[in-house]
């Protein structure tokens, strides 16, 4: 019997589609005792106001393999959290285009905890570049409170006090290249007042703070003078993981080998099985119904 191109087509996205299927089953049966013990989740920032553009890389020191690589990575630049597997990473920084294989600029190691959520920052000025592991609290806040913390980048602001109009102080003396610890507050539509120590006039920004959420409060120099806010939600009530800030882009996220991209072949190679095969069943009704 001859068959169709559309039959034979049809058997071919089936078979491939298993064949996917049984290699992503396969892979996660061998992801190892680091990916079967749990998750963390890292996330990365370039903070440091008067360094240019680095391409940064995130790697396994538990497992090596392919590092995820970030390339030209501005500052003020905020990654989403990335889910990795417990153990020990190294994260490093190197000049824009630089080998992979060179000596890096910076490089500084995180130990992953299962749940925990790190930030690795580039921070200071460019003469006294630091990375820096900010162990991030992403406990959702009290019922009907939100939770908040200032990361002070901004070298224009070398001592920042920080409030809300007409309400209270959100945090008093950030010093540059600094992180607050969250603390809760109020919810509410927000204008934030951002006033350098000893300087006469304070920056505003308009934001929402939303109950059941934690935020991150970027605090930078701008480009074209004075200070800019960024405010990241970093987690909120509802999602399953972190989630983050701006993401860095394709050279950060695509071909990831970690168990989320294992999962999401797997759900793609059900889909297209499932679409294969329902091809087939509805080629061969076609084909007993025209026998008759």
């Keep these: 019997m001859t068959t169709s191109p559309i039959t034979r087509l049809s058997a071919a996205l089936a078979a491939a589609a298993l064949g996917v299927g049984l290699s992503t089953v396969s892979a996660l049966a061998s992801a190892g005792p680091a990916a ?6 890292v996330r990365l920032a370039h903070l440091s106001p008067d360094t240019p ?12 393999g ?14 989403k959290y990335l889910p990795v597997p417990v153990g020990t990473y190294s994260v490093a920084m190197r000049n824009v285009g630089a080998s992979a294989a060179s000596p890096p600029v910076l490089s500084q190691q995180v130990v992953v905890a299962e749940n925990g959520a790190y930030t690795v920052a ?9 990375l820096r592991v900010l162990t991030d609290d992403l406990a959702l806040p009290a019922a009907g409170r939100a939770k908040v913390r200032i990361v002070q980048a901004s070298a224009r602001a ?19 290249a600094t992180t607050t610890d969250y603390r809760e507050v109020n919810p509410g539509q927000w204008t934030l ?17 939303a109950a059941g959420s934690v935020y991150s409060v970027l605090v930078l120099d701008n480009r ?17 993981m972190p ?11 695509a071909g990831g080998s970690g168990p989320v991209a294992l999962l999401g072949s797997l759900a793609t190679a059900v889909v297209v099985a499932g679409l294969a095969l329902g091809l087939l069943a509805y080629r061969r009704r076609r084909t007993t119904a025209e026998s008759r």
Aim: glycine share 18%.
């Design 36 to 41: 079967a013990a749990g998750v963390g989740y």
């Design 193 to 209: 007042q951002l006033k350098p120590v000893g300087a006469a006039n304070a920056t505003t920004r308009s934001c929402t703070i």
């Design 66 to 79: 392919e590092p995820q690589k970030f390339p030209a990575v501005p500052y003020g630049v905020v990654s």
């Design 122 to 130: 580039g921070v200071g000025r460019f003469a006294d570049l630091g």
């Design 158 to 176: 070398p001592v920042l006090d920080v409030s809300v109009a007409g309400g209270a102080a959100i945090a008093n003396g950030v010093a540059f």
């Design 243 to 253: 989630l983050g800030g701006v993401d860095t882009g394709r050279g950060g996220t």
């Design 224 to 240: 074209s003078g004075g200070l800019s806010v960024e405010v990241r939600i970093d987690a909120r009530s509802g999602e399953s």
């Design 53 to 64: 553009p680095v391409d940064v890389y995130l790697s396994s020191v538990s497992a090596p």
